[in-house]
């Protein structure tokens, strides 16, 4: 007898992470997860290290003292957060809680993977609406929602474009929806962005009442070996996948690197101005380089080459990991996260290599 899984399971094409190893290299430049390269905050690495003498507990199921620290951060409601192995986990309880077969879940076009690998595990159809100049299209999206719609994601800022939506657009965009779709805005990068009409949609949680926002420790705060997001929503929400997930989903070391995290806004800030400098600086290698770089608000930018999966074997060979984004719908861009100084410098001097 052959194990069948359920109807749409093997039509995922498995999320296949970036590359971190390049053979004959001991420290290959990894560029290819949009990760932190200044770490973690040295006061999360130290709360990690504590919990070395607490392993045989369990940790907190109900998250409390991390949830605390985002509220009070934040200045959020307490039961209006859930916490979760990275917002992977929760983008896959939100689609596991709220769609099944025959419903769809809306994104657009070059959305994150997980959108599309989580409604097809719980057989719901993953439905993309086209982008405009590598950003969402909110009157396309609002164009696909039909009455099976049951989850719209809007990444804002989107990965892996780096582009992102205002809050005037997101709030009326929001405020067209259906009231019984829910949208899930994901604002991973939220922390990079210093336009001033951008806003992580925290503020429409509490004036709409099918709105959640996804945030991570993954990004600014070089916490992604551990697996650590939130989620802001209505109570009803939280509620709910408070009885999906996991009773441990999170473990002890990721919310205790969390809270240290959370309470050490100096380092998202250094984070933030290392990113914004050493953007600056690569788009004007880039340019004299005559590679175009997407405007990005987040800590990676998009290339274009003539050959991008010639370029991305290149610089492997010259031991630099990005990230290629055909599955994103992107063929002829190349994902490369903005790492420190001298990872960009090497870049640079690959590049300049590979053009000769
Ligand atoms: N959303 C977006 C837009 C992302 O780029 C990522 C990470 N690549 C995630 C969610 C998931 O991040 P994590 O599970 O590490 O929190």
Redesign the pocket.
């Given at each position: 007898m052959t194990l069948i899984p359920r109807p749409g399971i093997l039509d995922i094409a498995p999320y296949v992470g970036g590359e971190s190893k390049v053979e004959g290299r001991e420290k290959p430049i990894r560029l290819a997860s949009?990760e932190n390269p200044l770490g973690a905050s040295p006061k999360a690495v130290e709360a990690y290290k504590a919990l070395a003498a607490e392993l045989n507990r369990y940790p907190d199921g109900g998250a409390l003292a991390l949830r605390q620290a985002i509220a009070k951060r934040y200045d959020l409601a307490l039961d209006r957060l859930v916490c979760g192995a990275?917002?992977?986990e929760l983008?896959s309880l939100l689609v596991r809680a709220y769609a099944g077969p025959g419903d769809e879940v809306l994104y657009s076009r070059h959305g994150?993977l997980?959108y599309g690998i989580s409604a097809r595990t719980v057989g719901a159809t993953p439905v993309t609406a086209p982008e405009r100049n590598l950003t969402a299209d909110l009157e396309a999206l609002l164009a696909a929602v039909t009455e099976r719609t049951r989850l719209v994601f809007l990444?804002n800022p989107?990965?892996p474009t780096g582009s992102y939506l205002g809050y005037e657009a997101v709030r009326s965009f929001a405020e067209r929806l259906p009231a019984d779709v829910l949208l899930v805005i994901?604002a991973?990068y939220a922390e990079y962005v210093e336009a001033s009409d951008y806003d992580d949609g925290l503020s429409l949680v509490e004036r709409l009442s099918n709105v959640v926002v996804l945030r991570?420790f993954?990004k600014i705060h070089g916490l992604?070996a551990l697996?650590l997001?939130w989620a802001y929503g209505p109570v009803e929400v939280i509620d709910v996948l408070n009885r999906v997930r996991g009773p441990f989903n999170v473990s002890a070391a990721a919310l205790a690197a969390g809270v240290a995290a959370i309470n050490d806004p100096t380092h998202v800030e250094r984070s933030r101005a290392h990113n914004a400098r050493i953007h600056a600086w690569f788009v004007r290698q880039l340019q004299r380089l005559n590679l175009r770089a997407e405007p990005s608000v987040g800590n990676f930018v998009l290339v274009r080459f003539g050959d991008a999966p010639g370029a991305a074997a290149f610089l492997k060979s010259q031991g630099v990991l990005v990230r290629a984004v055909g599955a994103y719908g992107l063929p002829d861009h190349l994902r490369i996260t903005l790492g420190t100084d001298e990872e960009m410098q090497a870049v640079v001097d690959a590049l300049e290599r590979y053009r000769q």
């Open positions: 949009n990275g917002s992977d983008i994150f997980m990444a989107n990965n994901d991973a991570t993954s992604a697996r997001g």
